[in-house]
């Protein structure tokens, strides 16, 4: 509809603009005929017009050629009320502009609105509660980033006054950049100035809202149709405002930083395009890998007890398994749980994506469950209950057989027949197992609780390979082994890291790496190592031939153990912890 004033309903005063409307009389009056209607009619319900309640309170249509004929048709695609002119098929004067949308007539979807219009006005009470807050929360953001975005021009000023003959040209790109950035990317001045409005528009939205639902009229059903859109289009604007600020809040997009490139800078006059770049915080950290482990960008606290294991799916969401039996797979953007699933009996310990796209978890509840993931729903589609005590690990094999270690003393090879996952064959070991990693084609490596040793199994020959003594001594099913490189494998135990030659199956060094019992988490990034253990920190590693050297450290990076780290693929690392939380760095 036309963003225009309504008039006065007085032929007197058909010029002069409307303030309020009459539900009662359903008349337009300007200020001259308020003054006389409320001295007549004082029981009569009047509703004050604004410039954003102006068309949700007629019932003629205000399009040009028109002719204000009634609003009988409701536009899905556009959610608004229309007219014979507007759904009909002459594309041309102005009609027909919802002529190919998917439309009804406005008798299709009265109950609908009705019967939504208590919940509706039920939820926007409920956020009306919060509107000040959301709007401070909003402004303070804003500020941050316009913050943000001045210290990042005022660094990139510094370095191109020292070249500023050369580089004009550079430097106006780089600076017109980091405006689009934010300008487009992040909340802007002028969602923070429409927010401001909400306020008002609630009070009156609810007014109305809670007038029409006590005397819903059949014979003024497109007007009070209009109410119980605006009243929906205010919960969106709300919710809309909310989104934006967790999408900011969890993925901290609004970072960048001005990358130069050392290599060039040299001969920085010939090589001017190369020198220096306007990037996310998150291209930043992936390229220069160097962790800092400052601060958390979130922490989620979606679980009620330890968190063990995590995962990352191929569509890029975060999933979560823990001891409140629980697995919740998270929105990549604003990291609240699209999907919870309570299918086992006691604590999840592992979950992977198979390589055909289903979700795999293991358990203390004996069992080896295979889920079928659409977005956010989930079908169990195998439980697997050979192991007779808990199963701390499951991983996929090259050939896409699975493989299993437990508590029982024994792992499970399966391989699959008819999309269905058998057991195929039983190792023994002589104490639980804790970890399992494929290092060959035909050959696995796994560690046993307790242990001062880890065997090399060959699964062609279904016969032990090698055993080494005298390795790091592991603990429980919190150690996982990792491949470091082509030809080394590190195992974390107690106090110490293991590094093995896989080719010759020998120890090739020990290192301390933390002066707590036990170490738990580890993950690589790019060149570097991340560690954790039972002290709640996360140590870095670089790795530097067949040796660990540590560069960066972060203490009490959570209130417990943290049992798992995981590298999420997009610069960031993902920690869980006893403390039942997850945290993002």
């Not at 009265?110 to 019967?115: H, I, S, Y």
């Not at 009156?204 to 009070?224: C, R």
């Not at 699959?416 to 050959?443: L, P």
């Not at 093995?500 to 002066?515: F, G, Q, T």
Request: proline share 1%; hydrophobic share 30%.
């Amino acid at each position: 509809m036309d963003d225009q004033k309504i008039k006065c309903s007085s032929n007197k005063h058909k010029d002069t603009n409307a303030i309020s409307y009459c539900i009662n009389c359903k008349l337009y009056l300007c200020n001259k005929c308020q003054k006389m209607h409320s001295e007549f009619y004082e029981e009569h319900n009047l509703i004050n017009l604004d410039k954003d309640l102006n068309n949700f309170f007629i019932d003629e249509c205000n399009k040009e050629n028109h002719d204000k004929i009634k609003l009988k048709f409701f536009c899905k695609k556009h959610n608004i009320l229309c007219c014979a002119y507007c759904v009909s098929k002459i594309n041309k004067f102005g009609f027909g502009e919802h002529y190919n949308c998917d439309f009804a007539h406005i008798n299709e979807i009265k109950e609908e609105k009705r019967n939504k219009l208590k919940e509706n006005i039920k939820t926007l009470q409920e956020l009306s509660k919060n509107i000040d807050n959301i709007i401070n929360e909003l402004k303070n953001i804003n500020e941050n980033i316009n913050k943000d975005k001045d210290e990042l021009k005022i660094n990139i000023q510094k370095l191109f006054t020292k070249l500023k003959s050369a580089i004009n040209e550079k430097e106006d790109q780089l600076l017109t950049k980091v405006d689009e950035i934010y300008d487009n990317s992040f909340i802007t001045d002028e969602l923070v100035k429409s927010s401001e409005k909400l306020p008002n528009k609630i009070k009156a939205s609810l007014e109305k809202g809670n007038l029409i639902q006590k005397e819903w009229n059949e014979n003024d059903l497109a007007n009070y149709i209009n109410i119980c859109l605006y009243i929906e289009n205010n919960i969106k604007e709300i919710n809309k405002i909310k989104d934006v600020i967790e999408k900011y809040k969890s993925k901290s997009k609004t970072k960048v930083k001005f990358d130069i490139n050392k290599d060039t800078y040299n001969t920085l006059l010939e090589s001017i395009d190369n020198f220096a770049n306007i990037i996310s915080e998150e291209e930043y950290i992936y390229k220069y890998y160097d962790i800092k482990l400052k601060n958390p960008i979130l922490t989620l606290n979606y679980h009620t007890s330890n968190v063990w294991c995590l995962t990352v799916l191929k569509d890029g969401r975060l999933v979560s398994g823990s001891e409140d039996k629980s697995i919740i797979i998270y929105n990549k953007i604003t990291y609240q749980p699209d999907l919870v699933i309570k299918e086992h009996n006691d604590s999840v310990y592992c979950i992977l994506q198979l390589s055909s796209g289903i979700l795999a978890s293991c358990s203390k509840d004996k069992t080896i469950k295979l889920f079928n993931i659409k977005e956010n729903e989930y079908e169990i589609i195998q439980t697997l209950e050979y192991h007779t005590k808990a199963v701390y690990k499951l991983i996929e094999l090259k050939n896409n057989n699975l493989i299993s270690c437990s508590n029982d003393n024994s792992l499970i090879i399966y391989s699959k027949q008819n999309n269905k996952y058998i057991k195929d064959f039983q190792i023994e070991t002589n104490n639980r197992c804790s970890s399992v990693i494929q290092t060959k084609d035909t050959e696995i490596c796994y560690s046993v609780f307790s242990d001062n040793e880890i065997d090399f199994f060959d699964l062609s020959e279904r016969k032990n390979k090698a055993t080494l003594t005298e390795i790091t001594k592991c603990n429980n099913h919190r150690e996982w082994i990792i491949m470091i490189s082509k030809d080394l494998l590190l195992i974390p135990g107690e106090k110490e890291l293991s590094i093995i030659n896989i080719n010759e199956y020998k120890l090739v060094r020990k290192i301390k790496a933390s002066d707590s019992s036990w170490l738990c988490g580890i993950c690589k990034i790019n060149n570097n190592m991340i560690l954790t253990g039972d002290d709640s920190k996360i140590k870095q590693w670089k790795i530097e031939n067949d040796n660990l050297i540590l560069v960066s450290k972060k203490d009490n990076a959570h209130n417990g153990w943290i049992n798992a780290l995981l590298n999420s693929g997009n610069g960031y690392i993902v920690s869980c912890s006893d403390d039942n939380t997850i945290k993002i760095w």
